[in-house]
């Protein structure tokens, strides 16, 4: 294992340390419990926003807490989810009295833990409402869910919902957009290689160097088959049409199409993928209205990537192109 690291136990204490110094004045980073704020959190009057999940990720989650999008991300250990004490301090610190909204990706302890979270906000007082993204089409139940797993539209869905939230609409309208984007969105990836966990210290799994995994998750589980590497464009087609056959999408739609990278792959050929996709969509006569192209929701050092292709309206569009201003995300800000 080669990794620009101390010790594996203290990465994410330290990672969360870096992040503190390098976003100062910007995030606020809190330690024990873990969870990352924008600086002027809360927002009076506002509804506030909070994800989080395993690190490992990045930039998911804290790399998108700011103006336009997450109030609050909550880090847990490496593909390990955030307990509830640590949602429930950061719900608590975000809410500005409009209420509180979890996103939250369909993996059984994120889900498990952010009722919980929920609950106990409730009890307090708190306004929380909860959504579950489940995008991913390669398989329907994996190990670590009961049901689709949740992966690229979570980003999308933070971004519109921080847009909407930005703009006073209270809890029930930015819920309800949340729901909308995660039933307009699917997602399906694919890994040339396995990543290294750095308590492991070794592969989650063996690839060999002919081989590529279809429908992997960004843990590194099991897709829904093995097969010889292939070309760019053979392997476009095969997750294009899994992600656009299940909506489906259909000639005339108009899509925000996300090409998102693992974590081991250069931008060169996330280009490559994306113009492959943009191929396979025009053949379809589904035009790509907006894009996004890089490592978004990685897997560590994973090579491959993944599409996510969310059917857009004009409302869906206008929230996309507000303002956004994160360590991940930035435009017209």
Known sequence: MKKLINRPEDVVREELAGIALAHAGRLEVHTDPHWIARADAPVRGKVAIVSGGGSGHEPLHGGFVGRGMLDAACPGEVFTSPTPDQVLAATQAVDGGAGVLHIVKNYTGDVMNFEMAADLARDGGLTVDQVVIADDVAVEDSLFTAGRRGVGATLLAEKICGAAAEEGRPLRDVASLCRAVGERSRSMGVALTSCTVPMNGKPTFELGDDEMEIGIGIHGEPGRERRPLAAASEVVDIL??????????????????????????????????????????????????????????????????????????????????????????????
């Open 240 to 333: 294009a049409a899994a992600v656009a056959d299940d909506l489906p999408f259909r000639s005339g739609d108009r899509v925000l199409a996300l090409v998102n990278g693992m974590g081991g792959t250069p931008l060169m050929e996330l280009y490559v993928v994306y113009g492959e996709l943009h191929r396979f969509l025009g053949e379809r006569g589904v035009a790509i209205a907006r894009n996004l192209v890089g490592s978004f929701a990685t897997s560590l050092d994973m090579a491959g990537c993944s599409i996510t292709l969310l059917r857009l309206d004009d409302e869906l569009t206008r929230l996309w192109d507000a303002p956004v201003d994160t360590p991940g995300l930035r435009w017209g800000a």
